[in-house]
């Protein structure tokens, strides 16, 4: 059983890093064109991705399966674990128990996220091209921006966290000195990536998104 648990959580940090850290971090380099070349170019990184071969075996087996079983046994550790904040107040506690914490709230941003995008292209309701608007429709409104916000900060701090974590579960950083500079450029990958997908978000509810989300909504009244 000992075993088995042990296969389990190397299992559950390594597809927390790989594959979807490296999702996370193409993601935020994809929604950043919003930012830096408005809604043509991200509209040509949306299209990129999505012209990729097999993509919706990479999706399955890249993205989902990963993300499910990541998901649901991370829920099952952070129901079993302890927290020791209460006993031991210095940062690695804290940083222990808001990695559960931020664990649960990415799952449901995360699957929520999706259901508002992804899950509206495989329906029919919207098409690739449509993604900007879509953003746009969530950006402007002020509670989903918030929220939207707050899931980004705690799917990025759980990636960030979760990768000083990876590098000494994996005995890749030995020592306090290797964990010490680990940590820093951790807390520079969270500030980082942070910024990507808030300037996106700041971009997607910006007048351009919107304009070109008001010329596709007539565009479609004509049609």
């Given at each position: 059983m000992k075993g088995?648990?042990?296969f389990s959580r190397k299992l559950h940090s390594l597809l927390g890093i790989i594959p979807l850290g490296g999702f996370i971090?193409?993601?935020g380099l994809t929604n950043y064109q919003a930012?830096?070349?408005?809604p043509e170019g991200f509209e040509q990184g949306v299209h990129l991705i999505n012209s990729?071969?097999?993509?919706?075996l990479l999706e399955i087996f890249g993205i989902y399966l990963p993300l499910l079983f990541h998901g649901i046994y991370g829920l099952y550790v952070a129901?079993?674990?302890?927290?020791?904040?209460?006993r031991f107040q210095y940062g690695r506690n804290w940083a222990?128990?808001?990695?559960?914490?931020?664990?649960?709230m990415t799952f449901v941003f995360v699957f929520w996220h999706v259901y508002q995008t992804r899950m509206q292209?495989?329906?029919?309701?919207i098409t690739h091209e449509e993604l900007g608007?879509?953003?746009?429709?969530?950006?402007?409104?002020?509670?989903?921006?918030v929220l939207y916000v707050i899931g980004v900060l705690a799917a990025v701090f759980h990636f960030s966290n979760g990768l000083w974590a990876f590098l000494i579960s994996w005995g890749i950083t030995i020592g306090p000195k290797a964990q010490r500079i680990s940590s820093y450029i951790c807390m520079g990958v969270f500030v980082i990536l942070s910024a990507l997908f808030i300037l996106s978000l700041i971009a997607f509810s910006g007048d351009e998104f919107k304009e070109a989300a008001s010329a596709a909504l007539a565009f479609t009244n004509i049609g």
């Open positions: 088995n648990s042990y971090v193409v993601h930012f830096e070349r408005g990729l071969p097999l993509i919706p129901y079993q674990s302890n927290s020791n904040t209460g222990f128990t808001a990695q559960r914490v931020t664990g649960v292209i495989y329906l029919g309701n608007s879509t953003m746009n429709h969530i950006a402007s409104n002020p509670v989903y921006f």
